[in-house]
T-cell receptor, first 111, second 117 residues
Framework: LAKTTQPISMDSYEGQEVNITCSHN???????ITWYQQFPSQGPRFIIQ???TKVTNEVASLFIPADRKSSTLSLPRVSLSDTAVYYC????????????FGQGTELSVKP | EAGVTQFPSHSVIEKGQTVTLRCDPI?????LYWYRRVMGKEIKFLLH????????ESGMPNNRFLAERTGGTYSTLKVQPAELEDSGVYFC???????????????FGPGTRLTVL
């Protein structure tokens, strides 16, 4: 199971772009990279998933280099409402679909 | 479309009592998962249902925990008897596709906060 490492916390200001990098050195060939977001007192919420190169949706972008040993979640022009914990998950599918959460990155957006 | 719902939102019980948590997944989702976060720790997987069958219950902490999903719709998680260390937030999630690839994101409920005194 690929272990992930991401910063425990990050601070940002409204309007800035935030990049959260996750390391997953022993990612397996079949592993996807998935990010979830969790607001206080809520369950985690899927943000984005990718396998290689770049994926973009209405919420974020996910950059994955060729070696896939890391990935970067990019949040454009954050607002106060983006304050949350962001989880990087890798290696889900050899585990039968269950999600293996790490400690996540606590992002604090300030005015 | 309604999301995943959980009941109750909060429960406070005495050690030794029994508590039953309920999860209603998104309609049509065959896969249902239970997770929990104990204070200060990471969210941990408990078990996975595919319809009414237990696909993976490797995360269930001990035999005081019993999960059911009769009829393959809603699920219940019963803790009997509850211990202090069972306090935490219990999340339920569901998805349509439990296999690798796009479209298999899990939809989480708001959680049930359990406090055992």
């Amino acid at each position: 199971l690929a272990k992930t490492t991401q910063p425990i916390s990050m601070d940002s200001y409204e309007g800035q772009e935030v990049n959260i990098t996750c390391s997953h050195n022993n990612i397996a060939t079949n592993d996807y990279i998935t990010w979830y977001q969790q607001f206080p007192s809520q369950g985690p919420r899927f943000i984005i998933q990718g396998y290689k190169t770049k994926v973009t949706n209405e919420v974020a972008s996910l950059f994955i280099p060729a070696d896939r040993k890391s990935s970067t979640l990019s949040l454009p022009r954050v607002s106060l409402s983006d304050t949350a914990v962001y989880y990087c998950l890798v290696g889900l599918y050899n585990q039968g679909g269950k999600l293996i959460f790490g400690q996540g990155t606590e992002l604090s957006v300030k005015p | 479309e309604a999301g995943v719902t959980q009941f109750p939102s909060h429960s406070v019980i005495e050690k030794g009592q029994t508590v039953t948590l309920r999860c209603d997944p998104i309609s049509g989702h065959d896969n249902l998962y239970w997770y929990r976060r104990v204070m200060g720790k990471e969210i941990k997987f408990l078990l996975h249902f595919v319809k009414e069958s237990k696909q993976d219950e490797s995360g269930m902490p001990n035999n005081r925990f019993l999960a059911e999903r009769t009829g393959g719709t809603y699920s219940t998680l019963k803790v009997q008897p509850a211990e202090l260390e069972d306090s935490g937030v219990y999340f339920c999630a569901s998805n349509l596709i439990g296999t690798p690839g796009p479209g298999n994101e899990q939809f989480f409920g708001p959680g049930t906060r359990l406090t055992v005194l």
